[in-house]
């Protein structure tokens, strides 16, 4: 009894494994014939890194300043760097170790420059170690395919400068700081309008005449 049970419960899951066989056996298939297809990747997926270099003149972006080797956790960067005649770092040498690489994209966020980019490609397998330490020509030559739009900061606009005072302005301010006018004519005391030869009373004569009244 117990097993025609085991044969009829092999049976029932057998049918059940053919249905989801059958069932995809019509669809259209999903499988991608690799190598001579591939799947196209995101913008945004880390692949392996590279050099970007001018659109115009074919130059290398990067300016020597390292900053994407600070910021790689695993030190997977080499730069190498000397000062020209003008003060500025030029760059000798640039390698980066890919078997140590995590492609975590610390280095893309840190240049300033559009130097240094992620990139969707990933076909990079080899079977020496040796193979996967990629130098400047190597890491340019990747890079010389791949799109990218410049986002190399702009330097500060400068402030305005003040605009000129106007000449209303001014000469109102002026007129505030200068002194007060003297009095108009008709202001001054009555001795000043009298004719010629006529004195006004005197404050003596005056007081005599208010003890007389």
Partial sequence: MTTRIHIFSGIKNLAIGLTVTIRHLFSKAITLQYPDERW???ERSRGVVVLLSDKETGELNCTACILCAKACPVGAIQVERHRGEDKRWK???FRIDNTICCYCGLCEEACNFDAIKLTGKYEFSAYDKASLMYDKHRLQE???DVDYEPKRKKPAP???AAPPPDAASAGAKADASAPAKPEAAEDLPAAESRPAGETAPSNTENSDEEKGA
């Fill in 142 to 144: 990747l890079g010389l």
């Fill in 158 to 160: 400068k402030p305005a």
């Fill in 40 to 42: 196209e990747m995101p």
């Fill in 91 to 93: 760059l000798d040498g």
